[in-house]
């Protein structure tokens, strides 16, 4: 119950310290120093990560090549050390217009009249597994969503743990209009989490698309932004993260998320342990010494 909660003590930097221990643990994965993605932007500024869907002459749709390396990033995200929270946003006014019709819906039409249900099985599992990467890495996501975020696009966002939209935005959970159930890379469980079940249901019931003000009104945005200052508002939130207590803030993530299969007796004892291991970081002591002096706390995420 409570015991994934209870992660490791917060590591220390310095040689022979906990840090160097954990490290020789870790496989090799991405190298972030030189990471350089094939089929998105990235850019790193400072401790905040930006992940920018970048086919804007077609609204930024989402092909199976940039499925399967965003999946591999956010798992590997794990690892990095030096981001402490990440933006995703699309180029062009635009999020992510979903799944590419050529090379997504095409190929999985050919799979279906092949009768070729463990490639479909597959490629499914795929794109969930892209989910469980976001709400698995410990830094916070947040999405600066303009323009169209459909299908896929609106699953990436849903899957953030933070949104900022525009009032021009367009949300649309529209997989009944291809034919498909609203039941889609965790859907079902998320959306209904965020704006309520009645609300959820007739989204993806209808596949109707819903401007920014009403995303605002039921929660699924935290905050409307101008379309020209969406990102550097939405960099501002990752960045103020960046800043805070992040051993806390991954702390936070995972509660979060484990916390939807517990009872609340069970979240409070899991909660009471999560929170014992942050009172161990250094982040706390210096809030207090902070506190005592009158001064701001400067975090270190340790």
């Known amino acids: 119950m409570s015991a994934a909660i209870g992660s490791a003590k917060p590591r220390e930097a310095g040689a022979g310290g906990a840090g160097d221990t954990a490290a020789r643990f870790r496989p090799t994965r991405i190298d972030f120093a030189r990471y350089k993605p094939q089929h998105f932007l990235w850019q790193v500024d400072g401790k905040v990560a930006t992940i920018t869907l970048n086919r804007p002459e077609r609204k930024n749709p989402l092909t199976l090549e940039s499925y399967s390396e965003m999946r591999d990033l956010f798992r590997d995200l794990v690892y990095a050390d030096d981001i402490k929270s990440i933006v ?5 006014g635009n999020f992510c217009s979903g799944g590419d019709v050529h090379e997504i819906i095409g190929p999985l039409v050919e799979m279906q009249r092949k009768g070729d249900m463990g490639g479909l099985l597959a490629f499914t599992r795929m794109t969930g597994d892209l989910v469980k990467a976001m709400r698995a890495c410990p830094q916070p996501i947040v999405a600066a969503v303009d323009g169209v975020c459909a299908g896929a ?5 849903m899957a953030s743990d933070l949104r900022y939209g525009t009032a021009r935005s367009k949300v649309a959970f529209l997989f009944v209009r291809v034919g498909l159930a609203g039941a889609d890379m965790g859907a079902c469980n998320m959306l209904p989490r965020i704006i309520g079940a009645g609300r959820a249901a007739e989204l ?3 596949g109707r698309s819903m401007d920014g003000a009403e995303a605002e009104r039921w929660g699924f945005y935290n905050r409307l932004c101008e379309p020209e200052t969406l990102l550097a ?3 501002a ?3 103020s993260l960046a ?5 806390a803030h991954a702390m936070t993530k995972r509660c979060i ?3 939807w299969n517990m009872g609340i007796d069970e979240s409070i004892e899991a909660e009471a342990q999560a929170q014992a291991i942050c009172m161990q970081t250094k982040d706390y002591e210096r809030a207090y010494e902070a506190f005592v002096n009158k001064a701001k706390p400067v975090f270190a995420g340790d």
């Open 243 to 247: 800043a805070g207590p992040t051993f």
């Open 233 to 235: 508002d939405t960099q």
């Open 153 to 157: 696009g609106a699953i990436l966002a």
């Open 237 to 239: 939130l990752a960045g």
């Open 257 to 259: 998320h484990q916390e």
């Open 204 to 206: 993806l019931y209808t």
């Open 88 to 92: 995703i946003t699309g180029a062009g």
